[in-house]
Structures are given as C-alpha cells and as structure tokens.
C-alpha cells in the first residue's frame, strides 16, 4: 500500500506492506537512521519520535496509522544551517550521553515533555522520561540537561 | 519483529468499521491506538488477517458531562483522560488512574476504549472503571446497547462485546466530592502494577476494584459491605483478596499478591476516607 508521510517538513511517498512499521519506514524506507531500534518492544524509547508533535515510541505504530501525518526525527531538530536545537545543545553541555545510542529518544521525548510541561521540576522530568532507558545509565546528567533545556 | 500478513482498512466512521469486521468475520480486528494488539501482533500470539483502523476516528474522542455521569468517548487517548479538567473536577479518580498507564509516548497512543476491550486484568482502566460503577456503550450492526462493567469482563481478555461490536462510550458516574486513591504497585518504572487498588467512598458507601488479582479485574464488594455495615478500615481491607483468584508468577507469588491486595486497600481507603 502506498503510505505518505510528513517527515521533517518533506512529504514522503513509500509503497509499503501494510505490517511496516513506522520505525521502519523511517529507517528503512526513509533512509533516516538516526532513530535507533533498541528494544523493539516498545518499553525502551529509542524509537521515540514525534507524531503530529507528540512523542511516541514508532516500533509500536504501523507506518500505515500514520498515512497522512507528520511526523518529526532527530534529524528534523537542527536548523538547516547546522544550529542544535536548544536540547540537543543542552545535552552536549551537560554530558547528557555516553554512548549516544538513547539520545535520539531522549530528545524527542524530552522536547515533548517540555511542550507539555515547560516548568517541570526534576521529579516531573525523571516521571516524564520513564518511557525511555539509557543503558548506560547516565540519567543523572540527562535529567540535568532537560532542566537546562527548560530554563533556555 | 515484524507482524504476520494482513490487509489494513481504514475506516471513517464507527458504521463502516463495524460493516467492515461484520464481512471479514472471526479474523479481523479493530486496532486503535495498537498498543495492546502489536504487541501482541508482533510476538505473533496475534495473527488477525485484517485490520479495521478505527484510531482516527475523532468523533469518538471526546470527554464530556451529561447529567450525573461523564461520558468519554472510546477513542480518547489516556493523556487525554489524565489532563481533563472534566474528569479532574468530577471523575478525579479515572483522571489519576490513565496517568499512571505505561509512559507519556504511551499514553499519546492508547486510548480508554481500547485498554477496555482488550480488558487485560493487569491493565489500570478496566479495574479502575469497574470500581466506579461504570458502564459501557457499545455499537454492533443491530443498534447501541448499554453493559454495566460489572457484567462485561467474562474472563481472560474476554468480555461481553460481539466481535462486530464496537466500544464507543465509557460513562462514569461523578464522584460527587468522593474520597478517593489509586495504588499502583510495581518495582520498575513504566511497568504495569503486580498488584493495584483503585478506591473512592462517600460515607457508607464506596467502591474497590483490583488490578491483577484474577484473570479478570475484581470489584471487591465484600470490602464495600463491611465498610457500609460500619467496620474499620482495617477490618474492611482484611476482606480485600477474599473474592480473588490470583496466580503466581515471577514478580509475586499468590499469597504476596493477596497481602498487596489488603495492604494497598488498607493504604486506599485510608486515604479515601480523610
Ligand atoms: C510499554 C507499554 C506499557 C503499558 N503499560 C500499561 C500500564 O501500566 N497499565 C495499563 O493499563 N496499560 C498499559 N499498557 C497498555 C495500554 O494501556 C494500551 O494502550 C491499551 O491497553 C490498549 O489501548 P489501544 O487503544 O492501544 O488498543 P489496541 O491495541 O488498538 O486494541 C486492543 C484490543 O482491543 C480491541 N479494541 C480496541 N478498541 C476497541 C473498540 N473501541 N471496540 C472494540 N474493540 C476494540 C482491539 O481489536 C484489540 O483486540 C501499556 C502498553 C505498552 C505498549
Ligand atoms: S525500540 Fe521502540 S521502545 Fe524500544
Ligand atoms: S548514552 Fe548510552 S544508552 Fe544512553
């Protein structure tokens, strides 16, 4: 079935079978990888991205559900000319990642909270983060960059 | 992990995904937000051959008052319920329990309507519902009709629903300025609980619903009898497993699951009551 998407501002046009997953067609048929697959069981938040401007984990949604929607990668938060988004520069400030392999799901799911919550105190970002684990456990310092993303 | 085969249809009103499930018969499925079924669909446990897409019907999502009761449309996502300044002024108690559903990115996708119909006992809303005296509204191609939650769960993830019959409407009664509190026990962040309590009272009268504690969520009446014929706290929460028929699993053997059971009840109306 033919699936379009919004992504990052540019429509996308794939024929796809009906089970793709979104994190698939981002990935695969896209050709963005810079949303990872971690557990692929919806529990870890690698995959998050945002759908129609709200964080969701997109191994759990097929690429059909989102026919017709928007939605948004890590590669769509930069500015063309290369500027971070102010979470991304957050993150790089305070340490918030080791190996990288969460980030992408941390920023998305972070900048999502904030859009909901643009005050949160610590304990509403390590609430509004239990979606998305950092196997290198480097919470302390994400939670730290999320605060600082929030008073930018 | 990819799913089996199947062929998605989206449908754009309530009667065509119900015309639809009525042709593709025993092996079509609605799927709304997807979150209990991909799962589900993704393990292959679940191979339906057909998807009727029935998440972006939006006027099935709606939470509004009517009378003595909120009426919530089965489409609406738990962020939704959790945020509602309706809900939070009359049904407090839902409002709090869809908060406490896996994480945010779930609760953008999962709607109320679909946590009832897959009616999982582990799961918050359909436990939480039962207690408040809830009843749902459900469509199949013969009309509308009206189950009370305590006639729709009939066992594991089995309920009352026809399978061409669709939940369109979950009706709450307000709370009138009831006590209430929600206990959700789990060890790790975004899990389910191993065991949850849902409780609101008014005086004599009050309600508790289990999450987890049987193959299907409990509504604990003998604690509301005890607590309408005077006893304590303590003695009514004594009563808490005593309708219950948990099993054992790695997160909590039967007799753990029933000292939770009274415990997160005692904790429960304690608050309730204050
Ligand atoms: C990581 C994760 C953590 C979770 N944690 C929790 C938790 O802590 N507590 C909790 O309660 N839940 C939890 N859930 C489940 C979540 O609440 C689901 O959103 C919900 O159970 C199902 O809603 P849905 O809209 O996604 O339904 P779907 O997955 O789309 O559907 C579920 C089933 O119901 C049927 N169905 C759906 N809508 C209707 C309808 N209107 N009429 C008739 N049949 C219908 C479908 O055919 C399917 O069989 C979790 C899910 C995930 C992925
Ligand atoms: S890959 Fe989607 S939640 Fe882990
Ligand atoms: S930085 Fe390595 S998983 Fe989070």
């Not at chain 1, 340490?95 to 990288?100: A, E, I, P, S, T």
């Not at chain 1, 950092?134 to 008073?151: E, F, M, Q």
């Not at chain 2, 049904?91 to 559903?101: D, E, I, S, T, W």
């Not at chain 2, 509190?181 to 005086?203: C, E, L, M, T």
């Amino acid at each position: 079935m033919e699936v379009s998407i919004n992504i990052n501002g540019t429509q996308q046009t794939h024929d796809v079978e009906p089970r793709t997953l979104l994190v698939q067609y981002i990935r695969e048929h896209a050709g963005l990888t810079g949303t990872n697959i971690g557990c692929d069981t919806s529990s870890c938040g690698a995959c998050s991205i945002h759908l129609n401007g709200e964080a969701v984990k997109s191994c759990t949604i097929l690429a059909a559900q989102a026919d017709g929607e928007e939605i948004k990668t890590i590669e769509g938060m930069a500015d063309a000319d290369g500027t971070l988004h102010p979470m991304q520069q957050a993150f790089m400030e305070n340490h918030g990642l080791q190996c990288g392999y969460c980030t992408p799901g941390m920023v998305m799911a972070a900048t999502s909270l904030l859009d909901e919550n643009p005050n949160p105190s610590e304990e509403d970002v390590r609430l509004g983060l239990e979606g998305n684990l950092c196997r290198c456990t480097g919470y302390h310092n994400i939670v730290k960059s999320v605060l600082a993303a929030a008073s930018v | 992990m990819i799913p089996a085969q199947f062929d998605y249809v989206r449908a754009e009103s309530a009667e065509e995904a119900i015309s639809l499930i009525g042709q593709h018969g025993d092996e079509a499925k609605f799927i709304a937000g997807g979150h209990s079924l991909l799962p589900l669909m993704k393990l292959r446990l679940a191979q339906p051959s057909v998807l009727v897409d029935i998440g972006r019907l939006s006027d099935l999502s709606y939470i509004r008052e009517d009378g003595d009761h909120i009426a919530i449309g089965a489409m609406t996502r738990h962020m939704d319920v959790e945020t509602s300044d309706v809900l939070k002024q009359h049904a407090p108690l839902l409002a709090h329990a869809a908060g406490h559903v896996g994480d945010p990115q779930v609760r953008h996708r999962g709607t109320i309507g679909g946590s009832i119909a897959h009616s999982d006992s582990a799961s918050d809303l359909p436990a939480t519902t039962l207690a408040m005296g809830a009843t749902y509204v459900a469509k199949g191609p013969n009309g509308t009709r009206e189950i009370a939650a305590g006639d729709f769960f009939e066992g594991f993830l089995t309920t009352a629903l026809a399978p061409d019959e669709m939940l369109t409407e979950i009706r709450v009664p307000k709370m009138n300025g009831a006590g209430w509190s929600f206990q959700k026990f789990n060890r790790r962040a975004q899990d389910w609980a191993i065991v949850g309590v849902a409780a609101w009272r008014n005086g004599t009268e009050s309600g508790v619903g289990l999450v987890n504690m049987d193959s299907v969520p409990v509504l604990a009446t003998s604690v509301s009898a005890a607590i309408a014929s005077g006893a304590s706290i303590e003695d009514a929460a004594a009563e808490a497993a005593a309708q219950a028929d948990p099993t054992g699993d790695l997160n909590a053997s039967v007799e753990y699951r029933q000292h939770l059971a009274r415990v997160l009840t005692k904790r429960a109306l304690t608050i309730a009551s204050s």
